[in-house]
């Protein structure tokens, strides 16, 4: 498939990095890996990599990382509906993230959180959580993360059945992804 290359490629650096003894890079290298194989739906492998990057950073006390591998072994979890779990790990990652003031990591563990909180139906804290993340998303110059939380408002607007705010959300995400907006 078109991740082949990838895998291919992070498994070879793997083993570079692992006999040059960088822990952080194997960390990073672990996670790239990870990420990978969760984009094309093998979750068993991706959380296998993820635990071992959060093992990593743990060990060498890398609180970034630590919050990357919160985060991304709350998507496996979330992914397969294991709901309470995830939220666990995504909750300690959204405090690291906040610890650090690591703006980048808190733009998604807030989008994180607001998305586990649209599925339990609890839309004050979605809304809460997904505005603070466009709030953060937009001072950094975010796209990606503006566009997500504009889109993921929209969603708790409808199930709110506030079609009107909705529609707002919608059609700004749309204007920016279009390139015309002035922001």
């Known amino acids: 498939g078109r991740y082949e290359s990838s895998k291919k490629f992070l498994t070879e650096s793997l083993g570079m990095r692992k006999t040059l003894g ?5 960390a990073s290298g672990l996670n790239s890996l990870g990420l990978v194989l969760l984009a094309e739906g093998n979750l068993t492998e991706a959380e296998k990599y993820f635990s071992e990057c959060l093992e990593i950073a743990k060990e060498i006390k890398d609180d970034m990382y630590i919050g990357i591998g919160l985060n991304n072994l709350g998507q496996i979890y979330a992914t397969n ?20 003031g690591n703006k980048n990591g808190l733009s998604f563990s807030l989008a994180n959180m607001g998305i586990l909180a649209y ?19 937009r001072e950094m110059g975010n796209r ?3 566009l997500y939380a504009l889109c993921s408002l929209g969603q708790v607007f409808i199930a709110e059945k ?12 749309l204007t920016k992804l279009k390139g015309n907006s002035d922001n």
């Open 162 to 173: 506030e079609s009107k705010k909705a529609e707002n959300y919608f059609e700004e995400c």
């Open 22 to 26: 960088n822990k952080i890079a194997l």
């Open 144 to 146: 990606l993360g503006e």
């Open 81 to 100: 509906g294991d709901y309470e779990k995830a939220k666990t790990f995504f909750e300690e990652g959204l405090q690291i993230d906040r610890d650090l």
């Open 119 to 137: 599925i339990n139906k609890d839309f004050s804290s979605a809304k809460n959580y997904l505005q603070e993340g466009l709030t953060i998303s």
